[in-house]
């Protein structure tokens, strides 16, 4: 059985500064997800990797992906208040994706 | 990627009635998924709908409750059937696109509340 897990789960931050967010997963899984969902809005897709050490990146946002480990991290450069939200990773397991419970992020001026 | 629109955005049911939530995709797609998120919760998978096959639901959910169309490679529709407050959440359909990455969009959601 698939599991995915990720921490922190909540989140407080300063604008400016760094930090990861770490996506383990318990099996094999051809493909690594991002998310983001704002409150009360639907989830939009961030990254897809696929093989390891992938790494993409898109504005102060960044994953990566180690299949040996089975970790995926995102990492948020000089955090601004607009990318606070909730940030899920998913693992590919046949057809569906399994979740992970999300990081809350938020982010103060 | 995929532009998904889902109808109705929201609603407020009475206990015991049924709510069908439709989804239209703007490519044809094979894969669609039916979700539930509870507040502050992540994602459960309902079932999965393709087009020429019965719908194939998680443990948990069964046909009868949530009953699934999917005439072809642009539609679906979900039916909360007999309702409870239990089922008060937000459900989103997705899609997987057949590109290289599979990517899954989803999409805005339907916001349930039965009282």
């Known amino acids: 059985e698939l599991k995915v897990e990720q921490n922190p789960l909540f989140l407080s931050m300063q604008e400016g500064k760094n930090y990861t967010i770490y996506c383990n997963y318990s099996t094999t899984s051809d493909r690594l997800y991002w998310y983001r969902q704002d409150p009360g809005k639907s989830l939009e897709s961030l990254f897809v990797?696929?093989?390891n050490g992938a790494v993409k990146q898109e504005g102060r946002l960044m994953a990566s992906l180690d299949t040996k480990a089975r970790l995926s991290t995102l990492h948020i450069t000089a955090a601004v208040h607009d990318l606070s939200a909730t940030y899920f990773c998913?693992?590919?397991?046949?057809?569906?994706?399994?979740w992970g419970a999300g990081t809350k992020l938020i982010i103060k001026p | 990627s995929a532009v998904i629109s889902q109808k109705p955005s929201r609603d407020i049911c009475q206990r015991g009635t049924s709510l069908t939530i439709q989804c239209q995709v703007d490519s044809q797609v094979t894969m669609m998924f039916w979700y539930r998120q509870q507040p502050g919760q992540s994602l459960t998978l309902i079932a999965t709908?393709?087009?020429?096959?019965?719908?194939?639901?998680e443990s948990g959910f069964v046909i009868d409750k949530f009953p699934i169309s999917r005439p072809n490679l642009t539609f679906s529709t979900l039916t909360v059937s007999n309702m409870s407050p239990e089922d008060s959440s937000i459900y989103l359909c997705s899609v997987e696109t057949g590109t290289g990455y599979n990517e899954q969009f989803f999409g805005p959601g339907t916001r349930l509340t039965v009282l």
């Open positions: 998913a693992a590919k397991l046949n057809y569906q994706l399994i």
């Open positions: 990797l696929l093989s």
């Open positions: 709908a393709n087009q020429g096959s019965e719908a194939t639901y």
